[in-house]
Structure formats: C-alpha cells, structure tokens
C-alpha cells in the first residue's frame, strides 16, 4: 500500500507557475501526474520511471517538468506558461509495470489538488 498526498495546487493567472508535490509513503517506483477536468475522462500529464525516465503528454511539453526525490519520498511537478485550459484536479498516481501516461494502469492514486488558471 502506497498513500499519496498532493499539495501546491490553487488559483494562477495564464502565464504563471505553480509547482504541485505529492509526498509518498515509497517513492522507489513509477510515479505520476494526472488530470481532469469537469465533464472530461482523466488523462496522463507526466510520468517519471524508476530509472528516471520521463514522458509528457503533448499539451504540456516545453512547459511542466516532472521529478522526484526519493530521499524525501516526494514527486514534483513545475508547472510553467499555464493556460486556461490546464485548469483541472490534479492526482499523483504510483506504482505501474506498464509506466505510461494510461490512467488505469496504475495502482495508488492521491485524492488529487486544484488548480484554477485564469485568463
């Protein structure tokens, strides 16, 4: 069992940052960040292997970073040149064989953190 815990989130002008954590009880796996917004499926922002390899949904490229330190147990992500559009609930995500941006291939799910970009 892994318990994730996200924090950062909260109300941002378009063009702003915002970096989001998420504390884990283990952070020694696959971890990452999803989204979703009102009326829409959830969907991968980013992902970060056990080896550090990382992969962004075409949306965010350029503009958020993914990372980890597993020394504090905690994944991060910066957030950069946010748009309206990136306006969703944002959840950390750990623990999948497979490592993709695919929701449902993951196991450990946080109860996710707002973020609101206005224009």
């Known amino acids: 069992q892994v318990q994730l815990v996200e924090s950062g989130g909260g109300s941002v002008q378009a063009g702003g940052p915002l970096r989001l954590s998420c504390e884990a009880s283990y952070s020694r796996n696959c971890m990452g960040w999803f989204r979703q917004a009102p009326g829409k499926e959830r969907e991968g922002v980013a992902i970060i292997s056990i080896y550090g390899r990382r992969a962004y949904a075409d949306s965010v490229k350029g503009r958020f970073t993914i990372s980890k330190d597993n020394a504090k147990n905690t994944l991060y992500l910066e957030m950069n040149s946010l748009k309206p559009e990136d306006t969703a609930m944002y959840y950390c995500?750990?623990?999948?064989?497979?490592?993709?941006?695919?929701?449902?291939?993951?196991?450990?799910w946080g109860k996710g953190t707002q973020v609101t970009v206005s224009s």
């Open positions: 995500a750990a623990y999948s064989p497979q490592c993709t941006l695919i929701p449902s291939v993951f196991t450990y």
